[in-house]
């Protein structure tokens, strides 16, 4: 299928590693071009060492000012058609292990930053009338994940203000939707193995063997398998869909609108 993607211009966050490389990896196997933000520079080399033609990139924290700034200017010189909101989650733990200090950066590390990007990238799409805003977040805004407390009760607030700006600006070109996934082969799963472990007193690979042996499907989700709902939800194609929260999660959500 041609998503037609070649030669748009979408910003990725998270891009050194997990969903978000895999998702500029595939945006540039598209032919699309990426500006890739992380802060580990040697996986932004590498993915650019891959695709020298499509990727560029910025080393930094997408949820400070400083970086965020640098992406709108590379924004407006290139006519942007999408972004990938997407970065680290909060730490692990239940409701008695976190601090209010803990709640008030989950805030910011989960919820606030990325409603700042989206307001400085708005009138850059409403001004061009298409614009493609794709946030990644966690089969948590579905059903609380077991020790992850701040995701659990943060990210339900990005899809509720992505499901609000969705049905304003629909009419003017720009979709904006939620991903959600569940398990998955990246990095940042083995923040909960390594707490199901401590938890249990049993062994980092017994945690994992526990958390695939939940999953209806019988293992982890692919990190490139991901990518090809995130590459169809950031195409022309995906006209008609906005406003919505899409699991991947290899049946996990119990619920009937899972």
Same mark, same amino acid.
């Given at each position: 299928?041609?998503?037609?993607?070649?030669?748009?211009?979408?910003?990725?966050?998270?891009?050194?590693?997990?969903?978000?490389?895999?998702?500029?990896?595939?945006?540039?196997?598209?032919?699309?071009?990426?500006?890739?933000?992380?802060?580990?520079?040697?996986?932004?080399?590498?993915?650019?060492?891959?695709?020298?033609?499509?990727?560029?990139?910025?080393?930094?924290?997408?949820?400070?000012?400083?970086?965020?700034?640098?992406?709108?200017?590379?924004?407006?010189?290139?006519?942007?058609?999408?972004?990938?909101?997407?970065?680290?989650?909060?730490?692990?733990?239940?409701?008695?292990?976190?601090?209010?200090?803990?709640?008030?950066?989950?805030?910011?590390?989960?919820?606030?930053?990325?409603?700042?990007?989206? &307001?400085?990238?708005?009138?850059?799409?409403?001004?061009?009338?298409?614009?493609?805003?794709?946030?990644?977040?966690?089969?948590?805004?579905?059903?609380?994940?077991?020790?992850?407390?701040?995701? &659990?009760?943060?990210?339900?607030?990005?899809?509720?203000?992505? #499901?609000?700006?969705?049905?304003?600006?629909?009419?003017?070109?720009?979709?904006?939707?939620?991903?959600?996934?569940?398990?998955?082969?990246?990095?940042?799963?083995?923040?909960?193995?390594?707490?199901?472990?401590?938890? #249990?007193?049993?062994?980092?690979?017994?945690?994992?063997?526990?958390?695939?042996?939940?999953?209806?499907?019988?293992?982890?989700?692919?990190?490139?398998?991901?990518?090809?709902?995130?590459?169809?939800?950031?195409?022309?194609?995906?006209?008609?869909?906005?406003?919505?929260?899409?699991?991947?999660?290899?049946?996990?959500?119990?619920?009937?609108?899972?």
């Amino acid at each position: 299928m041609d998503f037609q993607l070649k030669d748009k211009y979408f910003i990725i966050g998270g891009a050194g590693d997990g969903f978000g490389r895999a998702i500029a990896a595939a945006l540039a196997s598209e032919g699309a071009l990426v500006l890739a933000v992380s802060r580990t520079e040697k996986k932004l080399e590498e993915l650019k060492r891959n695709f020298p033609d499509q990727i560029e990139y910025i080393s930094g924290d997408i949820s400070t000012d400083e970086v965020q700034q640098k992406i709108i200017e590379k924004a407006k010189r290139h006519s942007v058609s999408g972004v990938v909101i997407n970065a680290g989650g909060p730490p692990a733990g239940g409701y008695t292990e976190i601090s209010m200090q803990q709640w008030d950066e989950a805030w910011q590390q989960v919820v606030r930053w990325k409603i700042n990007l989206i &307001n400085q990238l708005m009138p850059l799409f409403i001004k061009k009338h298409y614009g493609r805003i794709l946030c990644i977040e966690s089969v948590s805004v579905k059903q609380p994940v077991e020790n992850l407390i701040l995701s &659990n009760a943060m990210r339900p607030a990005v899809v509720g203000f992505a #499901k609000s700006v969705a049905a304003e600006v629909a009419s003017k070109g720009v979709t904006i939707n939620v991903l959600a996934p569940g398990f998955h082969e990246t990095g940042a799963i083995a923040r909960l193995f390594t707490k199901k472990s401590e938890l #249990k007193h049993i062994s980092v690979e017994e945690a994992r063997l526990e958390f695939e042996s939940e999953i209806p499907v019988g293992a982890m989700g692919k990190p490139e398998e991901f990518a090809t709902i995130a590459l169809w939800l950031l195409s022309p194609l995906s006209r008609y869909v906005t406003g919505q929260t899409i699991t991947h999660d290899g049946g996990s959500v119990k619920g009937i609108f899972g």
